[in-house]
């Protein structure tokens, strides 16, 4: 058994949060749309920093590399290996929206396929903190 703090949230959650500002969460809004014209599947969670990698680990085995810059070098669970500033082009991404807590915060995973966002969902009970964090 390993830490588990993750939740299943939404959007208007995150905007009625209160962690950013009004201007903040409007341009948060705005970005948000953009994303989901080439990632219309999103699924937001509120979760630790470990969960947070632990889950994006999950999605590179079973999706490929995430779309966007590449910031694996400072990931808990490493997949790609290469330090150098770089880009995937991939299936789905993932955007930090607020840090709630400590290392506690928003996060939502956008994906480009229907079957893909819900084989995450299915997924979401065996997300946790990891092999780093034994109980």
Known sequence: ???R??????????MACDDDSHEERTAQSR???????RFPYPVMLE????????????????FGPMDGECAQKDS??????DET????VGKWTDHW???????????????????DRDLFLSNLPQINFGEHYPK
């Not at 703090?5 to 995150?14: D, F, K, M």
């Not at 808990?76 to 290996?81: A, L, Q, S, V």
């Not at 929206?97 to 994906?111: A, H, P």
């Open 76 to 81: 808990e669970y490493r997949i790609c290996m």
């Open 31 to 37: 970005e948000r749309d953009e994303r989901l014209l």
């Open 5 to 14: 703090t993750l939740v299943l949230s939404s959007i208007e959650r995150y």
């Open 1 to 3: 058994m390993t830490h």
């Open 97 to 115: 929206f607020v840090k709630t807590n400590y290392d506690f915060g928003f996060n939502e995973w956008y994906f480009s396929q229907q079957a």
């Open 47 to 62: 979760l630790a920093y470990p969960e947070l990698d632990f889950a994006n680990r999950w999605c590179w085995q079973h």
């Open 85 to 88: 500033p770089h880009h995937h």
